[in-house]
């Protein structure tokens, strides 16, 4: 890339995310820690902490970061190869303010930054006025000046700190045997001995920190991702399956007899759990999950708060209505109940194992949960731009409809919700059809409580689809 010019693509909803060296490379990462360093210093924020995941251009982005923001006029505190959790730890126990380098499920040749500042996720506009920033500085030739007030560095190992504040939190009521496969992941340096360290017996898959992913991709909400732990589930004693993501925020969970529980599913365990201690607290949720976790909340004396989808999104909700526990239908769980509120899959997991341990058989538990027929998640190609027209004609449509009693289906009044995309929810079912934030594609969503329900509700929603957008396909499953 030529380094007169930032590739505007690469700064994202929720991240700063793209390929390296031709979107992303050192002087980006230097310029986004000038830029950082400037919004940090505006909110009186004087040391970021900074980590990388294992991607293999992690090391040579994570010194040029930290220059950037030196230069920038902060001190920095450098927590090595970590998870993104790690990183929120730091940035939730060491200052308030951090930036972890990572691709998170991207491909290899993907990386990106995850920032949180001044103890919030940043996201949306934030985003965008550091690439403003970042221009101006280049523009103006700032990225190579020599700053009188030069930031401080330290180097800190949080490891021990953070397995314990979880070993300290999470007590099983037994021994557990678990397969735990970190897809060469950065999870993999830290989670299996967590995991020991609570008392379970844990047989390892591809916890060697590896960017090149030889095994298999990082990423446990694509079911090809799991074989390898279905399969040694299948070949030994062990009674679950965990898998991480590649910068470990994310969860996947198998059972006994290779079942996916997918997020909405843990959640209606969390929830209790949760609610048992906190009544009356607000559940949020994304709108990719399950219409039967709503009613399940509110069964437990809960309040279900359906929410829009992105991590940042999410948290910040969760702030705003002081929210104990929220999820997402791609993995991400966040426990303000005796944690603090950000996503950590290697936590999750621990409560999970923390209920679980309870029953003499966790598959048992997990295989009773409430279940439904769905899809998962799909995608339709669109023009860069396209996603967000589409989904607004869609909305408009079916306001009309709605308002006449023409919307398909047996309910007279089917309920519509808007709080991201299209989301059409019938007695036995729903559809979503939302915008990605990150890329130019449609994401779509459908479920019923019976294979005909299924059906029915994704023709009609396709049909609906295809009357704004007539050469609407989907390819496959997507996170």
């Given amino acids: 890339m030529n380094t007169a010019t930032i590739d505007s693509t690469i700064f994202k909803a929720y991240d700063i995310r793209g390929v390296v060296p031709t979107s992303l490379n050192e002087h980006i990462a230097h310029l986004l820690g000038l830029a ?25 982005l994570s010194k040029a970061l930290i220059e950037g923001l030196q230069a920038g006029g902060v001190d920095v505190i450098d927590v090595g190869m970590v998870t993104t959790p790690m990183l929120y730890f730091a940035a939730q126990t060491l200052c308030t303010s951090g930036i972890q380098i990572t691709g998170s499920h991207n491909p290899k040749n993907y990386n990106g930054f ?39 560095l330290r180097r800190v190992d949080l490891s021990a700190d953070y397995a314990q504040r979880i070993t300290g939190d999470i007590v099983l009521k037994r021994k557990m045997k678990i397969v735990v496969d970190s897809g060469n992941g950065v999870a993999g340096a830290s989670a299996p001995a967590i ?39 299948q070949s030994s004693d062990a009674e679950l399956g965990l898998a991480f993501d590649g910068d470990g925020d994310r969860l ?85 109940e005796r944690w603090y509120g950000f996503d950590d899959g290697t936590y999750a997991g621990a409560r999970l194992l923390e209920i679980l341990s309870s029953s003499p058989n966790a598959s048992d538990v997990l295989n009773a949960l409430p279940t439904s027929f769905s899809t998962p998640e799909l995608n339709v190609p669109c023009r860069e731009g396209e996603p967000h027209q589409v989904t607004q004609s869609l909305l408009d449509i079916a306001k009309a409809k709605a308002h006449q009693h023409e919307l398909p289906g047996a309910d007279k009044s089917p309920a519509l919700c808007d709080v991201d995309g299209l989301r059409i929810d019938w007695s036995d079912g729903f559809g979503l059809i939302r915008a990605s934030n990150t890329t130019p594609v449609l994401v779509l969503r459908f479920e019923g409580q019976t294979h005909e329900a299924l059906s029915r509700i994704e023709r009609d929603m396709m049909a609906l689809l295809r009357s704004v957008k007539p050469d609407a396909t989907f390819q496959g499953s997507a996170h």
């Fill in 36 to 60: 950082f360093a400037k919004a940090a210093l505006a909110l009186n924020e004087r040391t970021v902490a900074v980590g990388r995941d294992g991607r293999l251009s992690g090391p040579s």
């Fill in 195 to 233: 995991f020991r360290a609570l008392g379970c017996e844990v047989i390892e898959l591809f916890s060697e920190v590896d960017g090149e992913f030889p095994n298999h991709h990082p990423d446990p909400s694509k079911p090809e991702n799991l074989k390898d732990l279905i399969h040694a589930l």
């Fill in 114 to 152: 995850k920032m949180v500042l001044a103890g919030k996720a940043i996201y949306g506009e934030e985003i965008l006025s550091l690439y403003q920033e970042m221009k101006k500085n280049m523009l103006e030739g700032q990225d190579n000046k020599v700053v009188p007030h030069q930031g401080a």
């Fill in 252 to 336: 996947g969970v198998v059972t006994k007899d290779g079942q996916t529980i997918y997020p909405d599913r843990q959640m209606l365990l969390f929830a209790k759990d949760v609610l048992s201690r906190v009544p009356g607290g607000t559940i949020v949720f994304d709108v990719k999950c399950s219409q039967q976790l709503a009613p399940a909340v509110a069964s437990m004396g809960g309040e279900p708060l359906m929410f829009k989808t992105g991590h940042s999104l999410i948290k910040a909700q969760m702030k705003k209505v002081d929210s104990p526990l929220g999820g997402e239908m791609s993995g991400h769980i966040f426990f303000k």
